[in-house]
């Protein structure tokens, strides 16, 4: 999106800029305008003044911040790519206090936290949300967790872990959750990239009986047996 977003804000957003010391009292950014700076900060990607906006509110609200308030925050930081300093905000500011995320929003910290290497968060997270109680959703909420713990899998496939990688399929599998190629495809690249061949054959002779071998499943074997000269 173009700059242009921010036009409304343009002169409040050069007054915080100017002044970082606070003295600009006469601006009081209540919940409201957070709210509405916080969303010009994510439509155009750019989180240089979210700290700004969240300091000026704290001095209003002295510090008691609304659920609604962290969550936008946070959603502000990932949507601006600062994905570890999200993932800190939740788990120093949001967690301690009991904060209840919402599906969408914990999608996108299981996957943040994943990319910079913070699986425990990641399975933390993403264990939080399968111990809710199962509402509405159907074929989108189940695949919104395979995304979820597709995800998993493949962080700790970077990690070199692949009993936990094992864990999280055989949680699926506990839970009476139907495995869908991508968990499949995700656990045979989990094993080829850890190295395992007796797992990651046992794995591809699973995915043939089902039906759910395809041409990435093929691929990973491929590249696995090229990467060894076979």
Known sequence: PPRSTLFPYTTLFRSLQADASGRCAEVVVGEPLAMALLDACRAVRDGSMLSRILEMHRTVCQGA??????????????????????????EHEML?????????????????????????????????????????????????????HAVLIKAYSRDGNLSGAL?????????????????????LDACVQCGDMGA?????????????????????MLKFHLARGR
Request: with cysteine; aromatic share 6%; proline share 3%.
């Open 200 to 220: 990651a054959l046992k794995q591809f002779d699973e995915m043939k009986q089902a039906g759910l071998l395809d041409v990435v499943g093929y691929n990973t």
């Open 96 to 148: 301690p206090k009991g904060v209840m995320l919402d599906i969408m929003l914990t999608n996108s910290l299981v996957k943040a936290a994943a990319s910079y290497g913070n699986t425990a968060l990641a399975k933390h997270l993403s264990d939080h949300v399968t111990a809710r109680p199962a509402g509405a959703g159907g074929s989108n909420a189940n695949a919104s967790e395979l995304q979820r």
């Open 167 to 187: 864990e999280v399929v055989a949680r699926l599998k506990q839970n009476g959750t139907p495995l869908n190629s991508l968990i499949h495809n995700c656990y």
């Open 65 to 90: 911040l609304s659920p609604r308030m962290s969550m936008a925050f946070c959603s502000a930081l990932l949507a601006c790519d600062h994905n570890k300093e999200a993932c800190e905000y939740y």
